[in-house]
T-cell receptor, first 114, second 111 residues
Framework: EAGVTQSPTHLIKTRGQQATLRCSPI?????VYWYQQALGLGLQFLLW???????NRGNFPPRFSGRQFPNYSSELNVNALELEDSALYLC?????????????FGQGTRLTVV | QKEVEQDPGPLSVPEGAIVSLNCTYS??????FMWYRQYSRKGPELLMY????GNKEDGRFTAQVDKSSKYISLFIRDSQPSDSATYLC???????????FGTGTSLTVIP
């Protein structure tokens, strides 16, 4: 069974541009979480989608946004990129409606803003 | 106060040592506890998952939860160089609630 997949693996953008990151959850999982992990820092919670709706968002500016599609895949958009947005962006999925509580992570997208 | 506190280390031990990794938390409603291992520049990998208080063993790994003290631990026996990674604790109240992560403890096992 395929795990959580993220694309692209690496992304290089210039300051002011927009970045789009994609996540496909484990088949059957309905919840998708996005986290930012800057170098040497812990996971910072960005967004949580479940059944197509945004359930919660972390303490990030509105230029961080996303959505979840009917097939439960998700997209994270970062507008007006700043140098400090350079980080590993991780997506995780879980299957809450089945009573499962663990989250499984993808390998991340490394975003570099120059 | 942060929801979850975890000593960032770094922790360095000789091969074969017993390693103890710990997290404390403030929300007494947390019921589900997880430990993840993250190798450099990779996504976190789920190692252990426990519900409520008690111990759970899986090979060289033992997860322990003490809800009365709001304290969880991960023990690694006979540590190996391949165990060198960052270990993250995570917890949640229930399904339908978000996860709360510790900042991670960096572990190096020296051959």
């Amino acid at each position: 069974e395929a795990g959580v997949t993220q694309s692209p693996t690496h992304l290089i953008k210039t300051r002011g541009q927009q970045a789009t990151l994609r996540c496909s959850p484990i088949s059957g999982h309905t919840s998708v979480y996005w986290y930012q992990q800057a170098l040497g820092l812990g996971l910072q919670f960005l967004l949580w989608y479940d059944e197509g709706e945004e359930r919660n968002r972390g303490n990030f500016p509105p230029r961080f946004s996303g959505r979840q599609f009917p097939n439960y895949s998700s997209e994270l958009n970062v507008n007006a990129l700043e140098l400090e947005d350079s980080a590993l962006y991780l997506c995780a999925s879980s299957f809450d409606s089945a009573g499962n509580t663990e989250a499984f992570f993808g390998q991340g997208t490394r975003l570099t803003v120059v | 106060q942060k929801e979850v506190e975890q000593d960032p280390g770094p922790l360095s031990v000789p091969e074969g040592a017993i390693v103890s990794l710990n997290c404390t938390y403030s929300n007494s409603a947390f019921q589900y506890f997880m430990w993840y291992r993250q190798y450099s520049r990779k996504g976190p990998e789920l190692l252990m998952y426990t519900y409520s208080s008690g111990n759970k063993e899986d090979g060289r790994f033992t997860a322990q939860v003490d809800k009365s003290s709001k304290y969880i631990s991960l023990f690694i026996r006979d540590s190996q160089p391949s165990d060198s990674a960052t270990y993250l604790c995570a917890m949640r109240v229930n399904t339908g609630n978000q996860f709360y992560f510790g900042t991670g403890t960096s572990l190096t096992v020296i051959p």
